[in-house]
């Protein structure tokens, strides 16, 4: 079987630079058994974060080829045959070592959301009473699995390094789903707007098209949110309203 | 030599799974300052892999269910050397468990009525798990993660434990390395929960992340707790057999659930050929009644393909090997051939599965609304692990508490599917109170410096041995030993062979050398978690040695039948004054008048 060449960057927050590694790609593998193969044959310290491998934990997000993805869901069979395959770190976050990044700054910007705060139960057993339509929507944000490659992609972070004043679309998908899950009470519009920067945000849905769920981020999450905001700051009849009575 | 940072605090859990949240999020509300050390980022751990859904007798689909027809349920999967009371507790507290998620957010799939949805699963007599689509271990980690992250816990992540330390027969900490930088910490602690998992990774063909070295059973063993039931490992029936590289992936029994049939070259439905004499009465005779089964039908027994998940992997094992299996090794299960029987067809199947769909596109390029998948046996659950006492979950080592997958007695031979999520929820809720209230009553701990060092001079060692032996073929040499000898079909010999190469590997794992330095470096990490595969390996070899019976998990073709001796004993397993390894029978636990009431009324 021919052999494929790896370049994958090595180094750490300091700097580094791309190695070439060789190995055998064999039926079906993904890029993520090639790395693994490649650590046991020639790099034993060649650092990569997984854990599943099934596209159900969102560890291994990488860019390969240039592209965000999440290695163990990447077929070699998909890639163009007989060229070198690219891997680095996400760009959006700190270098840690290799392909590991710290994605910590997202766990933070998680804890400032405000948290479900549900409505008193509907029965007096202390359960509630929800629709199945009405929480289709919520269930596909619910789908997501915190891989942060719609962080990685979105040029406000990735380009423009905003991080202190923009949450990224992976927590306006979370934002979402409390927002429009049908028990919560809590209002999250104003923090939103103010700190975490969603006007920023200029739909161009790159977010929507790396997510390994499929979840349509843009127009599902973060539009209807753009429009709480837009409703409660920018509704002209409110304006007016506001400015009859003296409020 | 020193660790870089010290940690100090009343509860400190290890895994954050399920089980690892829950305790966490009961000791926190006991007040008490709770630290939760796990080896992966937040929110990745194996618990996200669940599908099917978590079992509890809300009876909202049936209302015939409740807590006596789910610990019926779950005594008889088990084979009766579960723990009763254990199996009680965790029948009468899953439905308030499960309520209580949705009150943190969770959002399950709804009745017509606007209720928690329930699904039929393997073992469960009435429609009991509760889920959202295949993807409910996710929704449940995640909705623990959510609410957790404001408790007040202090949470480590890549920080792995490698040595609990003890103050006399009290446990008072562990020490521990965090990956990203390779430095060590001290966490101590006046009591800890273990919830790290279980040990799929000691197998070659398994579901189980690189986390699931064994490392609550292990660590708990060398501080001197006892081990229980370690010889029952669950091999769950379906896994993906192709491609090879993701052979052992998990296709959930929720295929099955909604009417998947197996079948074999031939197109036969193996499964009813071999219906077990105890599960007869409740299992369907023919293919029209087990789909009306599936469809809801309250009158109709489930299909056999529904029977419990060791008889079904043994009958895929039995067609495999008799040459009526599927091209790439394993048998066939089909869903597409519902589509003409339910509204919306192929979207119908979309809709149910949703991640079987996109991981049979994705990795392996088949729509299983169009073709049958291929699946196999793959390792999937160890019901055995720390023993622990069944209402407060402490171990025999005290201030050492232990729930979820790494603790023992609930399932006893075989684990019903569905009932793991709820036993992390129920588990982990009691080992988190329990542990705070240890805390609470018993005094400050005194750190062993001895302890400590010589902790962190075991985890730096294999730096100094650069040009020995590989961590990863030791591995990798280990996870063939149990595949081949410790496996689905296990006789004398091969154990015996396998107890002598664990004892070798052993020995090769002890002069493992590592190169590179300590950042975020897995050649290293492997080689520390070598020692607790090997620890479990040994323990589940020896365990299934001395029991000379079949039953649940555990088959042997030396002994295929049930013995009733070994029915009334579990295999426990400490380690002895000279440091080896000792395996001893202990009766298991009679249930109460009332739950043996139930056990007899219930069939």
Known sequence: M????????????????????????????????????????????????????????????????????????????????????????????????????????NYGVKQGIAKFAPRAPDAEDGTWRMQQEDIDRVQEFRKCIECFLCQDVCHVLRDH????????????VYAAALEMHPLDTA???????????????????????VCPEGITITDNAIIPLKERVVDRHYDPMRSLVRGLIGR | MAESFTHDHDVLVIGAGGAGLRAAIEAAAAGVKVGLVCKSLLGKAHTVMAEGGVAAALAHVDDRDS???????????????NNPRMAELHAKEAPERVRELEAWGALFDRTREGKILQRNFGGHRYPRLAHVGDRTGLEMIRTLQDHGIHQGIEVFMEVTVVELLKDGDRVSGCVAYDRERGKMHLFKAKSIVMATGGIGRAYKITSNSWEYTGDGQSLAYHAGAELLDMEFVQFHPTGMVWPPSVRGILVTEGVRGEGGVLRNKAGKRFMFDDIPDNYKAQTADNEEEGWRYCQGDKNARRPPELLTRDHVARCIMREVKGGRGSPNGGVFLDVAW????????????KKKLPSMYHQFKELAGIDITQVPMEVGPTTHYIMGGVRVDADTQMSTVPGLFAAGECAAGLHGANRLGGNSLSDLIVFGKRAGEYAAKFAKENGG????????EAAECMVLEPFGRSAAENAYAVQHDLQNTMQDLVGIVRNEGEMAQAVDKVAELARRAAVVGVSGNREYNPGWHTAIDLRNLLTVSEAVARSALLRKESRGGHFREDYPDKDKRFGTVNHAIRKGADGQMEVFEVAVPTPSDELQAVIKEMG
């Open chain 1, 161 to 172: 390094r905003k991080h202190g004043e923009f949450a990224g679309p992976r927590h306006f």
């Open chain 2, 338 to 349: 519902i589509k003409p029987h339910v509204p919306g067809g192929a979207e119908h199947i």
């Open chain 2, 67 to 81: 807590w006596r027809v789910h610990f019926a349920d779950t005594m008889r999967g088990g084979q009766y050397l």
């Open chain 1, 2 to 105: 021919a052999k494929t060449t790896f370049s994958i960057y090595r180094g750490d927050s300091e700097g580094g630079q791309f190695a070439d590694y060789q190995t055998e790609v064999g039926e079906g593998m993904v890029v993520l058994d090639c790395v693994h193969q490649i650590q046991a044959e020639s790099a034993p310290d060649l650092a990569v974060r997984w854990n599943c491998k099934a596209g159900k934990c969102g560890s291994c997000s990488a860019e390969v080829n240039g592209k965000p993805r999440l290695m163990c869901m990447t077929r070699m069979s998909d890639l163009p045959e007989g060229e070198t395959v690219t891997l680095e770190p996400l760009k959006a976050f700190p270098r840690l070592r290799d392909l590991v990044t710290d994605v910590s700054w």
């Open chain 1, 187 to 209: 209002d999250r519009v104003e923090a939103l707007k103010e700190q975490e920067g969603l006007g920023y945000c200029n739909i161009t849905k790159c977010c929507t098209t």
């Open chain 2, 445 to 452: 701990v005194q750190i062993d410096r001895a302890q400590v």
